[in-house]
């Protein structure tokens, strides 16, 4: 294939891509809007987010094996017509739970498409320094693209409502359907291995109970349906390796892990996404809720962050040729933990450059450490099987994500009720008139606080306002250090264990 057309096919798999990375954060700005229009609790928000999460996680390893059985554009397409199908749904739904079902659902395409992309990328590109290249590219689109999220739906959100950040997908699925049908090569593993029924149902179901369980154990704390899910997570994981080991044909093969350069390149790619979901989650919150910005511009007010994540992205295979990747990913683990610490100390009325400088270092570091990440856990995996490569990549980020949002989330949650309980205690007579029912909506989230301040007199609502602020402000500070503390393990172990430089492509 002429090089040419070798990057017409990465322009055509980083466009796709970059639909499913843009729905990551297209919705989080959407949020309060649903919360409103839907009558839907926090918790039920949240699933909104971890639904995608969820069945993207559980169903990544099945799909990617798929693509290596029966083809990776054929997978590319079929995932392509689910998320686009279900998307469209997501636009009419009438209630929460509808929604979490499209969401669900929108998972699965998701699961086809973005291994997919990758695995179609380790087969075009066969020479290493291309590769490294072409992931780089394709790692500054995801990185372009979930910037980009924020601020196209805040644009949508100006001029119509929640639903329109479900139905811009459709057309662009169409599009990119049509790009893929006439320039994508087909490809697959030549040996054609034989499927992994038993493994693919354990590792789908041991995925979607361990992503359940710590999604639901921070809000719901230890209840029947937690710790079952905990159970069925153990059980079918612990089935799903015992059986891996013994399989004529795995699914995974653990020998992987065998490997240092697999190992640390797999925890490097999900602090960086535990870092990255997590932050925008809550900071979208912060810019919206707290500092008044409108939705269009608290997607701008992200920017810095993408910005920084597209060009270290671009630079990021460049530097490793010349430094190394493991001080390419040592750097930049170490940026995104000060970016982190720095965004620890805003606070309500901090200025906006704070908020810039801290999301332009967090994006840096993160676009330093995901090509290399990435290019580390493809050059671990025979050529042949890179739709497992791919799959295992993107799985390890999702669950990185999931953790990032439900650990973070839940790490702003607790100290924001712990804050705000003192802050209406001490309040004492100043809010007697609130009704109970205004000051339990305050105490459940900051979202929750927003809905109801009409309720109430304006003296009483601005007492509350800026209790929940400083106390939103204080959770998410801590979320930061938790963070901050996380990338500071990753780099200490990347120093230890990732290679100077990445061997070639396994044969």
């Not at 998307?87 to 998972?107: E, H, K, P, Q, Y």
């Not at 938790?482 to 990338?487: E, F, I, N, T, Y």
Request: hydrophobic share 55%; proline share 4%; aromatic share 8%.
């Amino acid at each position: 294939m002429s090089s040419g057309r070798r990057y017409v096919v990465l322009f055509i798999v980083s466009a796709a891509l970059a639909l499913i990375s843009l729905d990551n954060t297209i919705v989080n700005v959407a949020l309060p809007q649903m919360q409103e229009a839907l009558k839907a609790s926090t918790s039920e928000l949240q699933w909104v987010v971890d639904a995608y999460s969820v069945m993207f996680a559980g169903t990544l390893l099945l799909a990617g094996a798929l693509g290596d059985r029966f083809g990776r554009r054929r997978a590319l397409v079929i995932g392509l017509g689910i998320f686009g199908s279900a998307s469209l749904a997501g636009g009419f739904a009438t209630s929460v739970d509808m929604l979490i079902v499209c969401r669900a659902v929108m998972g699965v395409g998701g699961a086809f498409i973005m291994p997919s992309t990758l695995s179609i990328l380790a087969q075009v590109f066969t020479d290493r320094r291309e590769r490294a290249k072409a992931i780089g590219l394709w790692a500054a689109v995801a990185g372009a693209a979930i910037g980009l999220g924020p601020i196209v739906g805040g644009a949508l959100l100006e001029q119509f409502s929640w639903s329109s950040v479900f139905w811009v997908n459709p057309p662009l699925v169409v599009v990119v359907l049509v790009a893929v049908l006439l320039f994508v090569p087909e490809s697959k593993d030549p040996a054609r291995p034989r499927l992994d029924p038993l493994g693919a149902i354990l590792s789908t179901v041991g995925l979607i109970a361990l992503v359940v369980t710590v999604v639901e154990v921070p809000d719901s704390g230890f209840t029947a349906v937690t710790m079952s899910a905990a159970i069925i997570a153990i059980g079918a994981l612990w089935g799903f390796v015992a059986w891996q080991r013994h399989c004529a044909h795995p699914l995974l093969p653990m020998s992987l892990f065998t490997d240092s350069v697999f190992r640390v390149a797999l925890v490097s790619v999900g602090l960086v996404y535990f870092a990255l979901m997590g932050v925008m989650f809550f900071l979208p919150q912060y810019l919206q809720l707290v500092q008044g910005f409108s939705p269009l511009a608290s997607g701008f007010g992200v920017l810095p962050g993408a910005l920084g994540l597209f060009a270290a992205s671009l630079a990021s295979p460049a530097l490793a040729l010349r430094l190394g990747a493991k001080s390419v990913v040592v750097a930049g683990l170490l940026i995104v933990s000060l970016g982190l610490l720095i965004a620890a100390t805003l606070g309500v009325d901090s200025a906006y450059v704070h908020v810039g400088a801290a999301l332009g270092l967090m994006g840096i570091g993160l676009g330093c450490v995901l090509p290399q990440a990435t290019n580390g856990i493809l050059a671990s995996v025979p050529q042949q099987r890179s739709g497992l490569g791919s799959a295992v990549n993107d799985g390890i980020g999702e669950l990185g994500g999931s953790f990032g949002v439900a650990i973070l989330g839940s790490i702003v949650a607790v100290f924001y009720r712990s804050a705000i309980d003192t802050d209406i205690d001490a309040a004492g007579d100043a809010i007697a008139s609130v009704p109970a029912s205004v000051v339990e909506a305050v105490r459940e989230s900051l979202a929750s606080a927003q809905l109801v301040m009409a309720q109430i007199s304006a003296a009483d609502a601005q007492i509350l306002r800026e209790a929940t602020g400083n106390a939103f402000v204080s959770g998410m500070g801590w979320a930061f250090i938790a963070g901050a503390v996380a990338a500071l393990i990753g780099a200490a172990y990347a120093f230890r264990s990732f290679p100077a430089q990445l061997a070639p492509v396994s044969e």
